[in-house]
């Protein structure tokens, strides 16, 4: 927050406390300012380094940057990484010792946290081969690193920094932006002038300039590589540490810059210590693999031209890690889901695909007609909780990940009918591919179903190459999706390792705080908000061990005035932040209207809906009653025709590790049933509804579109329900080319829609609809909201979010 904004609200703090004859905590930001400053809990100053060419130079008109000097800021890793270690908020979060994780029956291995995996259980029995080091807690460091730009209007304004992380901490942990991801560097961004920029020297000596300025800010880690120091945790114990480097996070551009290989080719090792030697002009062929020494006894006989052209080896060049005892860069090359698969393989490659394929066997007018209809198809998609719509299609210009990852839960069935089959099945390998490795915890099993994906999507996209839109896959990001397995193996869950983690970290660490800024000299203001924010969050974290912030200021002073005030866990909203139950069931969230049974029919044109409610309750109040209700005479049934309140919406709390959540994995949505969305127009959500809970995934499900949601009391018993449309599945099993379920609106003998009332613990969650547009254009004025009451066919779309597709996978 700016220094002005405050200032102000410290102005109108002070001014209610006026006529309590009191007054803030802070007179003005300096002084709030100073009161951070002066607190020792997260503090770990800033320094820096320069850094200069010291090779030959020519004699005359000498480059400039040769004689140029190169900063590089930085705080100590090691004070860094100590403060998580005792960050009492991870306590219970956080892994001491590698473990082998079985399945009950002891037959399917299970790969999750970083723990988990093979590669730090190898290291572990390394390090107890040492007396010295046998028993000590292994803490390997995860490093980051990736420039990003704060601004293009006022110059182009671009940073490079470093984060470091541990892989003690749980996936979940880090995923959540709980600070268990640190900025620890920003990196000199060498610049010269045009005529040299270009030159092999400036390449070498900019490379050379990354490596050494890591291995310099890792130093203080290299003596306790070696020889265990004590170090506190947060759970109050003191143990013998050794540190190691841990994988590097870094899209394919940082890996090449790391493993020191030349670009397009591979600089992986794969089965934990062979070189992936796959070529470059053809990645995807059967790789041969070498073993470490070969590959030094390779640098030693052959000359740099070799070197570079058959082995795409940058033999002048050493990787930082070879500073480091155990550390090998080319095996610490992390996973990234979201630069080599969202925003490469889909979006650079499949997406851009199909519109040259179509260019290749339509007329230019007859493409443009049928890309225009496909981002009407994407425009009409009806709303779902978390899921971003596009109005005007996919036709933007500057992508971001969020937008290549929203269109790939949308992009399938839009395409459909206006490409042949094995198109289609190519996305739908590649999709499945990419929900599967992002799954919170793998299994042998879904390792077997991986690669399964990745041969069928190896099979299908040879489409492209048959109509010649597509003249070779050698590429990197594809090729990459080999190792996958792998690197699952290794390292666990490859969701704890996705650089979407460093992507948001870029905007609390770097682009707000340069916003914060003057602009002038923006980056020494950015390390103190930087410094500032980490030991808030280190303050908060000890204070909330020390039990000072349980409750909130406004308990806090009901309990002073009222020895009878109500204490937080006491409190009727607490419910709502229950993090405990793989699932909740759904609850009403909205101000009700009051209404009765006949109004309601009326206003929904549903005359049935006194019939419907009065079969209702005769389930739930004769639940072993062995007759159909259909058999049952109407006059046999429970009566109510009382008030009624009606809402227009449910939530329901469910558990999904894989989506977005909370740290214990509970992801709450929204379920709309409302005349008025936004002020726009009418939304009313599917839902998934339990009807056989011993069956798994879709064949314990059924399909339903809600109309209402309402609840009245009947002798003592409040009865929460819904008033529902049916939907019937087509077919057994999912769609053969998508992989998803069919559903069509169920009708009864006389053709009117199937409607029933249910009771809201029947609702599992809230389904995404996506209607099968075949070969048909569809018309230019659907709008979204009436998708569902247009089409008459629909997908159950399973790549909604990660939890739906657990369902109907």
């Not at 839009?414 to 299994?443: K, Q, S």
């Not at 983690?501 to 340069?514: D, F, G, L, R, S």
């Amino acid at each position: 927050m700016s220094a002005n904004h405050i200032d102000i609200l410290l102005k109108l703090w002070g001014t209610s406390l006026l006529k309590h004859k009191d007054s803030p905590p802070f007179r003005n930001h300096t002084a709030l300012h100073k009161a951070i400053d002066s607190t020792s809990l997260g503090h770990v100053s800033w320094e820096s380094f320069s850094m200069r060419y010291t090779g030959e130079k020519p004699e005359e008109h000498i480059p400039p940057w040769m004689n140029d000097e190169f900063e590089v800021w930085f705080r100590d890793p090691h004070q860094v990484v100590q403060n998580m270690l005792v960050n009492p908020d991870y306590a219970k979060e956080m892994d001491y010792q590698p473990f082998r994780k079985y399945s009950t029956d002891g037959n399917d291995r299970q790969y999750q946290d970083f723990m988990s995996g093979d590669w730090v259980w190898q290291q572990a029995d390394i390090i107890a081969r040492d007396a010295e080091t046998h028993g000590a807690t292994f803490v390997p460091i995860i490093l980051s690193s990736d420039k990003t730009t704060v601004s293009v209007a006022t110059g182009q304004n671009d940073y490079y920094p470093v984060y470091a992380s541990i892989v003690n901490v749980r996936n979940n942990v880090r995923r959540a932006h709980r600070n268990a991801l640190a900025l620890v560097a920003f990196l000199a961004i060498p610049k010269t002038t045009k005529e040299h920029a270009s030159t092999n020297e400036f390449r070498k000596f900019r490379r050379q300039l990354f490596h050494v300025s890591l291995s310099k800010i890792m130093a203080n880690f290299k003596p306790a590589m070696t020889k265990p120091e004590v170090v506190r945790f947060g759970d109050g114990h003191y143990r013998r540490v050794i540190y190691g480097l841990g994988p590097y996070i870094a899209d394919y551009e940082e890996q090449v810059l790391l493993s020191c290989i030349v670009k397009n080719w591979c600089g992986r090792y794969i089965l934990y210590h062979f070189l992936c030697l796959a070529p470059r002009t053809n990645l995807d062929e059967d790789a041969l693999c070498r073993c470490q020494e070969h590959t030094e006894a390779l640098l030693e006989e052959s000359t740099l031209g070799d070197l570079w052209d058959q082995y795409g080896i940058v033999g002048d060049l050493i990787p930082f890690t070879n500073d480091f005892p155990r550390a090998d860069i080319h095996q610490l090359l992390a996973p990234d889901l979201l630069h080599q698969l969202i925003k490469g393989v889909f979006k650079d490659h499949l997406v851009d695909w199909v519109e040259r394929y179509l260019k290749h066997l339509h007329r230019p007018a007859e493409v443009e007609v049928i890309m225009d209809d496909i981002d009407r198809r994407i425009a009409a998609v009806a709303p779902f909780s978390g899921l971003r719509r596009f109005p005007q299609g996919r036709g933007f210009k500057q992508w971001t990940g969020d937008d290549s990852k929203a269109l790939m839960k949308v992009y399938l069935p839009a395409i459909e009918g206006h490409v042949p089959p094995d198109v289609i099945r190519t996305f739908r390998a590649f999709l499945e591919f990419c929900y599967l490795v992002r799954r919170n915890v793998i299994t042998e099993q879904t390792l077997a179903e991986i690669q399964g994906a990745l041969d069928r999507f190896h099979t299908y996209r040879k489409v492209f190459h048959r109509v010649g839109v597509v003249f070779t896959f050698s590429l990197p990001r594809q090729h990459s999706m080999k190792h996958y397995p792998e690197l699952i193996r290794l390292f666990g869950a490859p969701n704890g390792l996705c650089s979407s983690i460093t992507e948001c970290k870029h905007i609390k660490a770097v682009k707000q705080p340069y916003r914060r800024s003057s602009r002038f000299r923006a980056l020494g203001q950015m390390l103190i908000t930087n410094q500032r924010l980490d030991k808030i969050a280190a303050a908060r974290a000890d204070f909330t061990a020390r039990g000072m912030l349980d409750g909130t200021c406004l308990f806090e002073a009901m309990a002073q005035n009222n020895d009878n005030a109500l204490h937080p866990e006491h409190h009727e909203d607490s419910e709502s932040i229950d993090n405990g139950p793989t699932r909740i069931d759904a609850h009403v969230v909205l101000a009700y209207t009051p209404h009765n049974i006949a109004a309601l029919a009326q206003e929904m044109s549903l005359p049935i809906l006194p019939s419907l409610v009065r079969s209702f309750l005769f389930e739930q109040q004769c639940p072993n009653d062995s007759r159909d209700p259909a058999h049952v005479p109407i006059l046999q049934f429970p009566y109510y025709n009382g008030k009624i309140s009606i809402f227009n919406s449910a939530s329901s709390r469910f558990y999904a590790p894989s989506d977005l959540s909370g740290i214990g994995g509970m992801r709450t949505e929204y379920i709309c049933a409302c005349p008025s969305w936004r002020n726009e127009c009418a939304r009313y959500d599917c839902v998934f509804i339990n009807s056989n809970p011993d069956l798994k995934g879709m064949c314990g499900l059924e399909i339903a579109h809600v109309q209402c949601f309402f609840s009245f009391k009947l002798d003592e018993t409040v009865y929460l329900c819904a008033i529902i449309h049916w939907f019937d599945k087509v077919g057994d099993v999912p769609d053969e080319d998508t992989g998803m379920w069919m559903v069509r609106p169920a009708l009864n003998h006389d053709k009117s829609r199937h409607f029933a009332v249910i009771h809201v613990d029947a609702i599992y969650r809230a389904a995404h609809l996506i209607p099968i547009y075949g070969d048909d254009f569809i018309p230019h004025d659907l709008k979204f909201h009436d998708s569902y009451n247009s089409f008459g066919l629909f997908y159950v779309n399973k790549y909604a979010d990660h939890h739906a597709f657990e369902i109907a996978f």
